[in-house]
């Protein structure tokens, strides 16, 4: 039974959401059968961990339908009314958080029912939420258009049967049509910045209706006062015409103006829409950018924009060490390791700390250090144990193991060999490039100056690989010795 959709699913939440739930299967507005509500009785403790050991589906029928026999029809049917109160449950939790959407749907029942006197109290206080909400992204628009739309049906059903009546005072099509313009535009232009990422990544055959039209349209406004076309807008020149950092400079002032007028998860994506911009142009030798990596980091970090359920993901705690060591701030990435290690989760947490904490010692050229950390550590992560034994590889030779570094890299062409099924053809072919070349850089003598330029000249015109560069740099020292 643990195994049971509906038990997974409330799995996910909390005791305070339990609570909630429970609330809800007893109101008889959802729930008018009490079946239902002795089957969740009987789940909740074991949810709440008050209770442990399997689940019978006849423990549930023996309290459900004490004295009967179990039925399996009748059990899956109850079954399956409590999974549709579960996704009840869930959608009013979200129309709940929306005071906007709910005001709206006030407005617009009191302007079906033709409720009058509950005219100007619900204007009101629609209009005094809409002046409180705090997002300012392309949603808050479409719900002023609602709330104008309902506003107008409502204010001329009013004017109608109103003794004072006063000519198109109510007459707010100009506030429907620029609310309904705004959330149209910057939906539109949200979603043309993403097909134009994923076209970088894939081949895709999609177009967008009349996006030529709503650039020129924008090109000629004033679109710096709505936050959700600025921000999405100039997100799209990053993205399109991203030879010009002009773009992202920009963008860069508009994140700080209007960030917090956007809801956590949009502010997030608008983020990381400039990170992938940052990082494209850090990739491509503008250094530069990873300083515009690492002030992005450092505030998304204090913006609370990078810790999901008190938990960072082992992928980004690497990215920014990464790029706080390639600045050499090596003080602000020992102390982020320090600060955000135990926000890992515990079965990465031993193994991404000594990996990130080697990679920072790499940097600082302590290379006893690297090998101390990454000597004895396993890795889960599969991008965490190719990082690894690259940096051994890097560390041996800057310490002149030779003998361990031999062992290393072949040990190393094995593993990719057995990994086919999890490193990506292109990866791996990528990784045994550097390999192949490594190997030659300690089969070449520095006495041999036309055979180590010309590897040098096959390096350069070989694909990119791991460090390539640090590659190229260790050819180079040994042509001018």
Same mark, same amino acid.
């Given at each position: ?10 799995e996910?939440l909390s ?7 429970y609330?809800?299967v007893?109101?008889?507005?959802f729930?008018q059968? @009490? ?5 969740f009785?009987?789940?909740?403790p ?6 442990r050991?399997d689940?019978?589906k ?14 399996d029809?009748k ?8 999974l ?5 449950f ?7 958080q929306?005071?906007?959407?709910i005001?709206?749907?006030l407005?617009e029942?009191?302007s079906?029912k ?9 204007l ?6 809409s002046?409180?909400?705090?997002d300012?992204?392309?949603?808050y628009?479409?719900y ?6 309902n ?5 001329s059903?009013?004017?109608?049967k109103s003794?004072k009546?006063?000519?198109f005072?109510?007459l707010?099509?100009?506030e429907?049509?620029?609310?309904l ?16 990422s994923w076209?970088?990544?894939y081949k895709l055959?999609?177009e ?10 924008v090109d000629?406004?004033?679109y710096?006062n ?20 002009d ?10 103006r ?7 998860? %949009? ?5 990381e ?5 940052c990082?494209?142009k ?5 250094f530069?950018?990873?300083h @515009?990596?690492?002030?992005?980091y450092q505030?998304l970090?204090q913006?609370?924009?990078?810790i ?13 060490? #990464?790029?706080a060591?390639k ?6 990435a ?6 955000f290690?135990?926000?890992?989760d515990?079965?990465y947490? @031993?193994?991404a ?8 010692? #790499? #940097?600082? @050229? ?7 950390y990454?000597r004895?550590?396993e890795?889960?992560?599969v991008?965490?144990e ?7 590889i890097?560390t041996?030779?800057?310490? %002149?193991?030779?003998t361990p ?6 040990? #190393?062409?094995v593993f990719?060999n057995?990994q ?7 990866r ?7 390999i ?8 070449s003598?520095?006495m041999?100056k ?7 000249n ?14 190229? %740099?260790?050819?180079e020292?040994m042509?001018?010795?």
């Amino acid at each position: 039974m643990k195994r049971s959709k509906i038990y997974t699913a409330l799995e996910y939440l909390s005791v305070y959401e339990l609570n909630s739930f429970y609330k809800f299967v007893n109101s008889p507005y959802f729930n008018q059968n @009490e079946r239902i509500l002795k089957y969740f009785n009987y789940l909740l403790p074991f949810l709440k961990g008050k209770k442990r050991g399997d689940i019978s589906k006849y423990d549930i029928w023996d309290k459900i339908e004490p004295g009967t026999r179990y039925d399996d029809d009748k059990f899956r049917k109850y079954t399956s009314d409590l999974l549709r109160l579960f996704e009840r449950f869930l959608a009013q939790q979200i129309y709940e958080q929306n005071n906007l959407n709910i005001a709206n749907n006030l407005l617009e029942n009191i302007s079906k029912k033709k409720i009058l006197k509950l005219y100007n109290s619900v204007l009101s206080t629609a209009e005094r939420l809409s002046k409180r909400h705090i997002d300012r992204n392309s949603d808050y628009y479409y719900y002023q258009y609602g709330f104008e739309k309902n506003k107008f049906n409502l204010t001329s059903e009013f004017e109608k049967k109103s003794k004072k009546k006063k000519k198109f005072n109510w007459l707010n099509i100009a506030e429907m049509g620029e609310n309904l313009d705004v959330f149209y535009i910057a939906e539109k232009l949200k979603l043309y910045s993403t097909l134009l990422s994923w076209k970088r990544v894939y081949k895709l055959d999609i177009e967008l209706n009349f996006i030529e039209e709503i650039i020129g349209f924008v090109d000629r406004i004033e679109y710096e006062n709505y936050p959700p076309i600025a921000i999405w807008y100039q997100i799209y020149l990053t993205t399109f015409d991203n030879e010009n950092i002009d773009h992202y400079y920009k963008l860069k002032i508009l994140i700080d103006r209007y960030i917090s007028s956007f809801p956590k998860e %949009e502010a997030q994506d608008i983020y990381e829409s400039a990170l992938n911009y940052c990082i494209r142009k850090a990739n491509t030798g503008h250094f530069e950018f990873y300083h @515009e990596l690492l002030t992005l980091y450092q505030d998304l970090l204090q913006n609370d924009m990078l810790i999901e359920d008190n938990h960072i993901s082992p992928t980004r705690f690497r990215n920014i060490v #990464f790029v706080a060591t390639k600045v050499e701030d090596f003080e602000w990435a020992e102390q982020f390791i320090d600060k955000f290690k135990n926000k890992l989760d515990e079965i990465y947490r @031993e193994s991404a700390v000594a990996y990130n904490l080697a990679r920072l010692y #790499f #940097f600082k @050229e302590d290379f006893y250090k690297v090998i101390e950390y990454l000597r004895d550590v396993e890795f889960d992560d599969v991008v965490y144990e190719l990082g690894s034994k690259n940096m051994l590889i890097k560390t041996y030779y800057e310490l %002149e193991e030779i003998t361990p570094l031999f062992s290393l890299l072949d040990s #190393f062409n094995v593993f990719l060999n057995r990994q086919k099924r999890t490193i990506p053809d292109n990866r791996r072919k990528n990784y045994k490039l550097l390999i192949k070349y490594v190997k030659k850089l300690l089969n070449s003598s520095y006495m041999d100056k036309i055979g180590l330029k010309k590897i040098k000249n096959e390096i350069e015109q070989a694909g990119n690989f791991p460090d390539k560069r640090w590659v190229l %740099e260790k050819f180079e020292e040994m042509v001018k010795r």
